[in-house]
Nanobody, 123 residues
Framework: QVQLVESGGGLVQAGGSLRLSCAAS????????MAWFRQAPGKEREFVAA????????TYADSVKGRFTISRDNAKNTVFLQMNSLKPEDTALYYC????????????????WGQGTQVTVSS
């Protein structure tokens, strides 16, 4: 199994940037597809971005395309989410997720989750 720990969340003004990190335990990080999801109060958890095991492909929710970038450094067992041009509607608890099988934006395909890191964007 793998343990995931997010960091980098915080309070930022609209138009600003944040870079989230997700550190994974274990020595088989490259065996996992990695993704970011987010959940705002009163809303369902929604897909944000995913990246394949060796960074050959990425996919994004339409709401963040052109603003967010997912990347990974397998040597450091870390996945990142660079968030630019942030909007108040990006405010949410952001979760890192992993699975060994699916390159997917569906929650049910992910069986490992971090604890979440809060991102708050003020207007």
């Amino acid at each position: 199994q793998v343990q995931l720990v997010e960091s980098g969340g915080g309070l930022v003004q609209a138009g600003g940037s944040l870079r989230l990190s997700c550190a994974a335990s274990g020595r088989t990080f490259s065996n996992y597809v990695m993704a970011w999801f987010r959940q705002a109060p009163g809303k369902e958890r929604e897909f944000v971005a995913a990246i394949t095991k060796t960074s050959t492909s990425t996919t994004y929710a339409d709401s963040v395309k052109g603003r967010f970038t997912i990347s990974r450094d397998n040597a450091k067992n870390t996945v990142f989410l660079q968030m630019n041009s942030l909007k108040p509607e990006d405010t949410a608890l952001y979760y890192c997720a992993a699975n060994e099988i699916y390159f997917s934006g569906f929650r049910v395909h992910y069986n490992y989750w971090g604890q979440g890191t809060q991102v708050t964007v003020s207007s």
